[in-house]
């Protein structure tokens, strides 16, 4: 696959009415998230403490009853066999957030639905609608800086699906008149999902994550940054951006595991664990069968900050694990909050 300049699904860039100021009142915007995970489920959160009306969708009977008892309402929804219109609410959202990452020879699962989206969306009360993507769409650059604008060429199948879901979503948004968006995620962490999580976690590290040990560069974000990006994007009278959402200091996992690990042994009373041996010796090395190596490439947020303004809570790893570290008091304390 040849390189693409990403600037091209930006051909249809143009002003828009900035999304939240069309409603005087916080508790007339309505948000739905495709895909209540552990994004999805932090953004809804909050906005829900802040007077909005938020839905989405789930796919498990036990997940939606853990949404239900903290205030959200959540439907169980197979993009496979499941229609639209048992989403009732989806007609009604103001704010549409897409958090479903591609299915493994599928791709998009949302894509097939576009013609019942435009339909059922099509009522005038949308305004923005924001796909959350990922840095992997840029490929492996040479350790190079990427911005948006840099070519992309993403070499795994999520990766291509995620870089054609990004156009897809750009094109639905304009035939929509909304403001649209892309973000660009980096890894992704927060309370209950980091470095410290998995070194006091007993289970042993997954093959998926050993495939990461080797990368010189990783760009990460903490997952408060995120909400502010999307809260911020609301006020931005633009369409069809794409944005990198990340921190400032891409670093490789060891670096990363090795300050978690002395930020656990200096928490002392209540908190143990350590990285296995075997674990250890994957850093800096190809250990798992059939890897051919990552996407090394280090990811500028500059536009995120020039454009929407967003000053990181968190701008480097040290920041966020040092505030997650702050937050446990107790062995079993270390759970999203």
């Not at 998230?33 to 403490?49: A, D, H, P, Q």
């Not at 795994?156 to 979503?169: C, H, L, P, T, V």
């Not at 060891?254 to 296995?276: C, H, M, N, P, W």
Request: a neutral charge.
């Amino acid at each position: 696959m040849e390189a693409i300049r990403t600037s091209s699904l930006s051909l249809r860039f143009r002003a828009a009415r900035p999304a939240a100021a069309a409603t005087s009142e916080s508790q007339a915007n309505r948000m739905f998230v495709f895909g209540y995970g552990f994004v999805g489920r932090y953004v809804s959160e909050r906005l829900k403490t802040e007077g909005w009306q938020v839905s989405g969708t789930c796919t498990s009977a036990v997940k939606k009853r853990q949404l239900e008892d903290v205030g959200l309402e959540a439907f169980m929804f197979d993009v496979n066999k499941d229609e639209l219109k048992g989403l009732y609410s989806l007609q009604d959202a103001t704010h549409l957030l897409i958090s479903i990452p591609p299915i493994p020879g599928i791709g998009d699962p949302l894509v097939c639905l576009h013609e019942d989206l435009r339909s059922t969306l099509s009522c005038g009360n949308l305004q923005w609608l924001c796909y959350l993507s990922s840095t992997s769409v840029y490929g492996d650059c040479g350790g190079a800086w990427v911005d948006e604008d840099y070519p992309v060429n993403p070499k795994r199948e999520s990766a291509k699906a995620r870089f054609s879901a990004e156009k897809g979503w750009l094109d639905l948004g304009h035939d929509l008149g909304v403001a649209a968006y892309v973000f660009r995620l980096g890894g992704i962490y927060g309370p209950g999902r980091s470095a410290l999580d998995t070194i006091i976690s007993p289970t042993a590290m997954s093959e998926k994550q050993k495939m990461r040990n080797s990368r010189r560069y990783t760009a990460r974000v903490h997952v408060a940054d995120i909400y502010q990006a999307i809260k911020a994007s609301f006020d931005v009278p633009y369409s069809g951006r794409i944005y990198n959402v990340v921190d400032d200091e891409p670093a490789p996992r060891a670096e990363v595991f090795a300050y978690a690990q002395d930020l656990i042994q200096r928490k002392g009373t209540g908190l143990s664990g350590e990285i296995d041996d075997g674990d250890l010796a994957s850093f800096g090395t190809n250990q798992v069968e059939g890897y051919t190596g990552g996407g090394e490439k280090r990811v500028s947020n500059a536009r995120l900050k020039k454009e929407l303004g967003v000053e990181l809570f968190y701008p480097t790893y040290r920041s966020g694990l040092q505030s997650i570290s702050d937050s446990w008091t107790c062995r079993d304390s270390h759970q999203p909050r």
